[in-house]
């Protein structure tokens, strides 16, 4: 049973508008949430993250926002660039709260294409 | 520069057939950990390691083995793998610092069992 789901399989955005990918959990005990960016026949590189302590975290054009009481978070993309074309995966840990260091919970993953 | 790497990056090979896929990593982390990533599924976690001669199954272990003798290698063991073990495969470590838990990835190997 997936704890960690992307419900969005896909998404297509111009360049220069902002994209939102959505990502919802279902176990309360998670405490750390993490982006991460996979192109083709690359591994994930981490992109952004955030703690259950915070409810937005901010790195150039990337936001996330976290909503514990829906749990739920997203991903804002602003602008979108050629370049943000990648399946994105939300993923979540209870490293924190359960000491379960290295165990991360994906999402399926949301392949978002950037059209110019 | 600091790295995860994997080897062999792609391997065709046949039912039972024991096979090791390697990862390395040169950041002296502690935590390391090995996924699947199946179509629709995300990636999913084999197995992981907390440290040297420490480690304990993820959400998908039957199949696979692994071993943590030193603390930069973590390589992954198919005994007799079999056709639903194709997939891609993907080798993290990462560092504990506080309450976050980011893992950094190896580029992945791709594993066909036929």
């Known amino acids: 049973d997936q704890q960690v789901k992307q419900n969005s399989p896909s998404l297509s955005v111009q360049e220069g508008r902002i994209s939102i990918l959505n990502c919802d959990y279902t176990?309360?005990?998670?405490?750390?949430f993490l982006w991460y960016k996979k192109y083709p026949a690359e591994g994930p590189t981490f992109l952004i993250s955030?703690?259950?302590?915070?409810d937005k975290n901010e790195d150039g054009r990337f936001t996330v926002f976290l909503n514990k009481s829906a749990k739920h978070l997203s991903l804002h993309i602003v602008p979108s660039q050629p370049g943000d074309s990648a399946v994105y995966f939300c993923?979540?840990?209870?490293?924190?709260?359960?000491?379960?260091?290295?165990?991360?919970?994906f999402g399926a993953g949301t392949q978002v294409v950037v059209t110019p | 520069e600091a790295q995860v790497t994997q080897n062999p990056r792609y391997l065709i090979t046949v039912t039972g057939k024991k096979l090791t896929v390697t990862c390395s990593q040169n950041?002296?982390?502690?935590?390391m950990s090995w996924y699947r990533q199946d179509p629709g599924l995300g990636l999913r976690q084999i197995y992981y390691?907390?440290?040297?001669?420490?480690?304990d199954k993820g959400d998908v272990p039957e199949g696979y083995k692994v071993s943590r003798k030193e603390k930069r290698n973590f390589p992954l063991i198919l005994e007799s793998p079999s056709p639903n073990q194709t997939s891609l495969y993907f080798c993290?470590?990462?560092?504990?610092?506080?309450?976050?838990?980011?893992?950094?990835f190896g580029p992945g190997t791709r594993l066909t069992v036929l």
């Open positions: 176990n309360s005990m998670f405490d750390y």
């Open positions: 390691s907390m440290n040297v001669e420490v480690t």
């Open positions: 950041m002296n982390h502690e935590y």
């Open positions: 993923a979540a840990s209870a490293a924190y709260r359960t000491d379960s260091w290295g165990k991360l919970q």
């Open positions: 955030i703690s259950s302590i915070k």
């Open positions: 993290a470590s990462s560092f504990r610092q506080g309450g976050t838990d980011t893992q950094y």
